[in-house]
């Protein structure tokens, strides 16, 4: 594996050092002097060459998994194969891991041997995390020299909120037709909508007024009021969250419920008041990361007043997330509109989770992400 020569600071210093012996050995006359200068110099020589040639090392580096939950266990694996016959091999390793260099201790390589270094990557920040490239460097004689060596390019791990364990949602809490203010009793069928029949519809659910009238054919889609949709509504306005960590507790509060609902069958939509975020999951959805990948990339907005308010069609059970900055007059009255609505409020400054309600909404608040989702289970998702 070739690299790039270069001197160390040791190394120079001995250079210049020697030259200057030698130098003013010569001009003064002095043997001892040129003898010592002229060993330096050498011996730099020496370190120079001791690098020279590829070190006889194959290497490899992978990084897994490639998406973690934050705070989630993520390593990378450095893997060696000293090709040399009769020396030793000795390596220093160095990762640049979202921007800061992290050494990696590697043992020394017999001839003919394999060695695997694993090393912790810290996941500590939700989004893109760059790993790479990984730097391998290879010392010199006494440490006056050195070869460095590049392996790899950049590998990107995407780091997602976290995701704690929710019950779920209500049941039996649909608005009925799109536009009604009623709730829809547990069993039966909720009309959400109609389109034109396709060859192989079920005749039975032909939509005859609607068919009679419009000369078409309608059949009509209906919602089990068992699985209402689940509309979480992010505020990610950075005056509602004054400081870093209760937006991350927002975040995942947020990933949280759409979770737990997506894995109860439920649809969801996720959106942020500043409307930067919105997006749909379709009931029926087995492990689906769209959510997540959208909540990792998510950072506090400046400059936006109101949320945008949530479809009319999204309104069964409406989760509004903020922080304790958050003017909630908006959010009320935005979790209002919903059969459930509910705000979750992050606030650092609580000592004792609460619970109280205001309007026609629910309002939770904890200081931490653990509060919220217990009174969710509590109160909500009785």
């Given at each position: 594996m070739k690299g790039r020569l270069r001197l160390t600071a040791r190394g120079v210093g001995a250079l210049v050092l020697g030259v200057s012996l030698l130098v003013l050995g010569v001009w003064w006359r002095y043997p001892g002097m040129v003898g010592f200068g002229a060993a330096l110099v050498l011996l730099v020589v020496a370190a120079v060459g001791s690098v020279l040639l590829p070190a006889p090392v194959d290497a490899a580096r992978t990084v897994r998994p490639r998406t973690v939950h934050r705070l989630g266990a993520c390593a990378g694996t450095l893997t060696?194969?000293?090709?040399?016959?009769?020396?030793?091999?000795?390596?220093?390793?160095?990762?640049?891991?979202?921007?800061?260099?992290?050494?990696?201790?590697?043992p020394p390589l017999?001839?003919?041997?394999?060695?695997?270094?694993?090393?912790?990557?810290?996941?500590?920040?939700?989004?893109?995390?760059?790993?790479?490239?990984?730097?391998?460097?290879?010392?010199?004689?006494?440490?006056?020299?050195?070869?460095?060596m590049s392996l790899g390019g950049v590998t990107e791990v995407r780091v997602v909120p976290r995701v704690l364990p929710v019950r779920g949602l209500p049941s039996g809490v649909r608005r009925g037709h799109v536009g009604a203010d009623e709730r829809v009793e547990r069993g039966g069928t909720d009309l959400v909508g109609l389109?034109?029949?396709?060859?192989?519809?079920?005749?039975?659910?032909?939509?005859?007024?609607?068919?009679?009238?419009?000369?078409?054919?309608?059949?009509?889609?209906?919602?089990?009021?068992?699985?209402?949709?689940?509309?979480?509504?992010?505020?990610?306005?950075?005056?509602?969250?004054?400081?870093?960590?209760?937006?991350?507790?927002?975040?995942?509060?947020a990933a949280s419920l759409l979770t737990a609902a997506v894995a109860g069958g439920h649809p969801v939509r996720l959106m942020s008041a500043s409307g930067g975020v919105d997006l749909e999951v379709a009931a029926g959805t087995l492990e689906d990361d769209t959510t997540l990948a959208a909540l990792a990339d998510v950072q506090p907005v400046s400059d936006v007043d109101a949320p945008l308010p949530l479809p009319v069609r999204d309104l069964d059970v409406v989760a509004v997330i903020s922080g304790a900055g958050a003017e909630r007059a908006s959010l009320l009255l935005e979790a209002g509109r919903a059969s459930v609505g509910v705000v979750l409020v992050v606030d650092r400054a609580t000592e004792k989770p609460s619970t109280h309600a205001v309007g026609g909404a629910l309002v939770l608040t904890g200081a931490r992400v653990e509060d919220l989702v217990a009174l969710w289970d509590t109160v909500v998702a009785r």
């Open positions: 060696l194969t000293s090709t040399s016959r009769r020396l030793p091999v000795r390596l220093d390793a160095v990762d640049l891991i979202g921007g800061t260099p992290i050494g990696i201790e590697v017999k001839p003919g041997t394999e060695s695997s270094v694993d090393y912790p990557i810290p996941t500590t920040r939700r989004g893109v995390l760059p790993v790479g490239p990984l730097e391998l460097r290879r010392p010199g004689l006494a440490g006056l020299a050195g070869a460095r389109r034109e029949y396709v060859p192989g519809d079920d005749l039975r659910r032909l939509h005859w007024a609607t068919s009679a009238r419009t000369g078409v054919l309608m059949v009509r889609e209906d919602a089990d009021p068992a699985r209402p949709h689940l509309a979480v509504l992010l505020d990610d306005r950075a005056g509602s969250h004054p400081d870093e960590d209760g937006f991350e507790d927002a975040v995942e509060t």
